[in-house]
């Protein structure tokens, strides 16, 4: 999978000298995203355990970019399409009429079959998660990946921590990454912690009173930032040994992506800025001489439309104005 390299170095100023940031470019993986790890674990799992064989299902509840957690589980589609088809699987994706259509059709053209519903309550027989699962359930040689609370996404991060240790040397003080299932964070840390207990573990994003069940919109535009920002405790985010979180905001994810392209040549996507975002935080409340890591989980690519379009930003009052090569953006 992706190697770990140098995202930036922050040297010099009153607060960060020779402190070294590390980003794993899982944008870089076959279907564009930190995803195609969990697909392949979820879809092996099933076959080594005998509940898929070739020729059979695989089903997943997915939606375009209402909301931060739904927006994450467009990009498992892609990649459950995608790992599905090298298996020899069929891919069946429930997501409502109101996503674009675009999304739609990137599905299909990965052999997806693609089933738009009108969107209802998640306690609604025909919301399209309830679909998804029922699909499977009611077909032989079928599985409901169910990205949120199947642990074998928690465990293909164990390999990610894997990776991150041996490539980096074990020479890390700290992880941070945002949550969107959960399975990164939850994977990354314990395999980190058992390593050294001593490494910090932090979240990009922390929870948020306003994000409690029973307040939380319909339809939340109080955020650009698709991937991450969970709101409930999944299988999977139970798993993580976390020391910390950081709270960021749109504005910082935004200057940081624009950062990141300008300086680094990096095109990433919401939740990788963020990511980043966590990564200057984490550093300045770590000080000098320490190593941080995080994962640069999606591409700028499926980001067009909205992070990546001064128009819609503009829209929004978010248009990037920062100038120079400091970090003063992130607050």
Known sequence: MSKTAVLFIIAGGATLIALKILAKAEFLNPGGSVKDRVALEIIQEAFQ????????LVTEGTVGSTGQWLALARLAGVSLAMVSAAFGCKCFIAM????????AQMLEALGATVQRLRPVSITHPEHFVNVARRTAATQPNAI????????ANYRAHLKT?????QQTGGRLDAFVSGAGTG?????????LKAKNPGTKVTRGVMYAREEAEGRRLKH???????????????????QARIDGAFKGTDAEAVEMARYLLHHDGLF????????????????RQLGPGHTIVTVLCDGGHRHLSKFHNLEYLQQWGLTPTHQGDDLSFVL
């Open 161 to 165: 921590g894997e990776e991150i240790w």
């Open 49 to 56: 355990e005998g509940r898929l064989a070739p020729g059979g």
């Open 268 to 283: 990433v996507g919401s939740s990788a800025a963020m990511n980043a975002v966590g990564t200057v935080k984490a550093a």
């Open 220 to 238: 939340p535009f109080d955020t650009i930032t698709e991937g991450i920002g969970i709101n409930r405790l999944t299988r999977n985010f139970e």
């Open 183 to 191: 399975g990164t964070i939850a994977g990354v840390s314990c395999l």
């Open 144 to 151: 409901f990946a169910d990205q949120f609370e199947n642990p």
């Open 96 to 103: 409502p009429d109101d996503a674009a259509v675009e999304k």
